[in-house]
């Protein structure tokens, strides 16, 4: 059976720990890999990171940049040499591969967001690999991914695949850092949002030297994986060959089992896709309405309105412990909704002097997280 897979490979199985120049024996065996499953049939996405620390590498520098202009030179630097590299080695397997750079604003906007989908699609039928990465050269710091865990989920997502792969320098998550805690314990498989959500609060968010994402980063990517129905896989980067075992039944790593019901994809764009401009806290009987009852938000539930947004925009939701809750369209402004929280939905043409919508965020627009 034909399965879409996303494999989301990060700095630290990419290269050498001491040095940060380039395993080229991981990538080699990543590439057989990738092509193997590619000669099964299944249609296969790269997600790779590197090109900071390639850039580094090429350039003697020591330690990652932290400044963004010096990051997105060396990045610039790093990402040629890295498909290079890819592209002779899957040259030589006779796959064809494909560059593809994305930055956050691809996928806010939703014709550009359903142009990327559709871009996927065609590579996909064509027998192509697409190599994924962030385009660090250009994007902005406000509209960055942050780190390729993220990025590899929101692919995923977008493209609804059956797998996603996270591949790191551990075998599996553990209760806590092996390499510092001996008796750590491994978790073998997460089966609902509640645990997942109590290892996210365990976790801390430290990553490798050469590397941006730590454990947090990759949690927090099952949870966009899952919500759309994606099973997710955290599995050591040094053995690629095992996501061939466990596509046909290992118990390999850690393993995040996908929501019964995902979400649409509408909602899911707007859950992930979007970057929030605010934040609106509510009060318990707007909780309960919206998580129970499925109800719209009216704006007699609202609390307190934080950041600066227009109508349509999306926001976050939050209880008054300060957990996000949902998120949503907006149907007024920041300023329009510090004026109307509080207040009944009858009152708002008086307040605001014109007649407007008795919801604040409609159940349509409105994703629980």
Known sequence: MTQTIVIKIGTSSLTQPETGQLALSSIATLAETLSDLRRQGHRVILVSSGAVGVGCAR??????????????????????????????????LQQPIAQVLLTRADLVQRSRYLNVNNTFQELLNLGVIPVV???????????????NDTLSALVASLVEADWLFLLTDVDRLYSADPRSVPDAKPISVVSSMQELTELQIQTDGQGSQWGTGGMMTKISAARIAIAAGIRTVITQGLFPHNIAKIIQGELIGTHFLPQPEPTSARKRWIAYGLIPGGKLYLDPGAIAAITKGGKSLLAAGIKAVEGKFDNQEAVQLYDTNDHEIA????????????????RHSREIPSILGYEGVDTVIHRDNLVLI
């Open 133 to 147: 990465n962030e385009n660090d050269t250009v994007a902005v710091e406000e509209l960055k991914f942050g780190d």
């Open 327 to 342: 998120r949503g369209l907006v149907n007024y402004s920041s300023n329009e909704l510090q004026k109307i929280c509080g």
């Open 59 to 92: 350039l003697g520098l020591t330690e990652r940049p932290k400044a963004i202009a010096l990051k997105q030179a060396v990045a610039a630097v790093g990402q040629g040499r890295l498909m290079r590299i890819y592209d002779d080695l899957f040259t030589i």
